[in-house]
């Protein structure tokens, strides 16, 4: 399985950004697989941001991310995004998308539940 994601840069806090991740992969069906976006900032741990489930529907946010970003899937483009609002500065970080199967969102909450990973993008707010 790989994943690409794409969309990061740098705004000003306030500001919104749009992150996608493109899943492939030989005999891989996305609508089996739970999506998540994590972050990583400098020093600090990973941190799972949101996740959606397979197939769609049941949706996770960390209580930093909820009321400003929205986590969606498009099963037809094998695509998840994260809609992020109203961003700010300790929203800085490397962002990951991330994949595993038949994952059960609010239990599967840590970086080491995830099975594949893409190679991250940066996301920059200043003040």
């Known amino acids: 399985v790989q994943l690409v994601e794409s969309g990061g840069g740098s705004v000003q806090a306030g500001g919104s950004l749009r992150l996608s991740c493109a899943a492939s992969?030989?005999?891989?069906?996305?609508?089996?697989?739970?999506m998540g976006w994590f972050r990583q900032a400098p020093g600090k741990e990973r941190e799972l941001v949101a996740a959606?489930?397979?197939?769609?529907?049941?949706?996770f946010y960390t209580e930093s991310a909820k009321g400003r970003f929205t986590i969606f899937r498009d099963n037809a483009k094998n695509t998840v995004y994260l809609q992020m609002n109203s961003l700010e500065p300790e929203d800085t970080a490397v962002y990951y998308c991330a994949a595993k199967r038949w994952a059960i969102v609010s239990v599967t909450t840590t970086s080491t539940g995830y099975d594949y990973w893409g190679q991250g993008t940066q996301v920059t707010v200043s003040s």
């Open positions: 959606i489930r397979y197939g769609g529907g049941s949706t």
């Open positions: 992969g030989r005999d891989f069906n996305f609508r089996e697989y739970t």
